[in-house]
Each structure stands twice: as structure tokens, then as C-alpha cells.
């Protein structure tokens, strides 16, 4: 049985938010009505190079999380991402979440009057193996290596595919990728090993126009979602051999 490690929810586009005290005492109550939970904001720092000059920005960006950390925003300059982090052994359903997530981002997408250019759904899993050497023959079994590694034990191995599709989202047909990248983990520590496995769905980038609102995004999330759920439990089984 795979557990959730994370889920996020994204947006593209060009965004320029300013970390002020009046936008966050605007939008702390708006993500409490939406969401039931207390956001509390943070300031997000990073370093931008500006070319051909080369000079290096300082850029501040808005962020907002939970008291215990499992949810979180991020509103940067090209993108917009909520995310759930598995924190205790209580999973949060990939519903819940989709459900979540396109409340608060349409906050925000109708608190700023945004559009969006891509649209994005990631989440990374897992499936615990009893042993390092458990590990190590299912990468034999799922991974074509060349024959150099053919008589040796694999203490590293990772495959990923992807799958272009198409959508509808009202009248619009849009293209997406479906990628899922799957690798060994080991954690010599606690002695564990497992397969972790992301999914990552996303409108394709040769669209750039604006034409995301937030009304699409609860149609982007009730699209993908059988995807999501369909390539868990393949993965489920090829790693069980169930």
C-alpha cells in the first residue's frame, strides 16, 4: 500500500506580489474562511541572477503555513503552489486535498485578479520493501540495465516515462504530460527501504496564453484525479507483483 508523502497543487504565470502588512491582514482571514486552518505568514528569500549583467537580486516573496506545518503556500514571482506534507501517520486523501487546494487558489487567483499559464499537479509515494536486497531485485526486475550490471546487485536504480494526453477544460482542449518517475530509496540509518514513485501532471508549456482562471481549476484537478489514482495503484501492484 503506497503512502502519501506530499501533495501540490500549482500555477503558472508572471506575479509579482509585494509581502505587505496590508495584503497579508487581507488574505490571513480569506484562507480561514476557505480552509478551516490558521495560515500564518512567512517571508520566502531568494537569490535571482539577472543577465547579461550578472548581478545578483535579493527577491521576497510571500508565503504562508500552518501551525504544524502540513500546509503550506508559496506565491512566487512565476508560480503559485499549495502543498500538503505528511507530518504524522494521518494520510490526507488525494479528494480532500484537490478539494483544499483549489479553495485556496482560487483565493488567491480572485483576491489578486489572476490568470494562470500552465496548470500542475505533483505527488511524490511510497511502498516500503522488507529488505535492502528486496530493493535491489525489483530495480533488476523493473529497470533494463546494460550488461555491465547484469551479474551486479543494484544499490541505486530509477526509471521514468511520460505520456502526452489531451483534456477537456471547457472549450478548450488542452495537452498534458503524465510523468512518473519511479526510484529506489534507502535509509541505511533505520534500515529501511522502500520505492518512491512522483506524478506529475502538467498542461504542456507550449501554451503560454493567460486563459487559466480559478474557476478552471476545480476542472483540472476532477480531470486528473482518476489519472492520479490509476497510475498509484499500477505502481501499487508492479512493486507487490500482486
Known sequence: MATVLNYQLSIFGKYSVEPSVEI???LMPMLKEKSGKDFLPYIINSNQIAFPSNRISNISNLGFTTQDQRFNIAILNERIDVNYN????????????????????????????FMSSRLAFNTRQFCDLPSFEALAEKGKELVKCIPYYNEKSLSEWSMRTNAQLEIQIKEMKEGINVI?????????????????????INTLPQNMGMRFGKDTLALFVQKISPVIGEITSDVERLITGE
Open 24 to 26: 497579508i491582514t487581507a
Open 86 to 113: 505528511k507530518m504524522n501517520e494521518l494520510d490526507l486523501s488525494l479528494d480532500d486535498f484537490c478539494a483544499f487546494s483549489t479553495e485556496i487558489l482560487s483565493t488567491i487567483m480572485e483576491y489578486f485578479s
Open 180 to 200: 512518473t518517475t519511479t526510484s529506489s530509496m534507502q535509509d541505511v540509518t533505520d534500515r529501511r527501504s522502500a520505492v518512491v514513485f512522483l506524478i506529475d
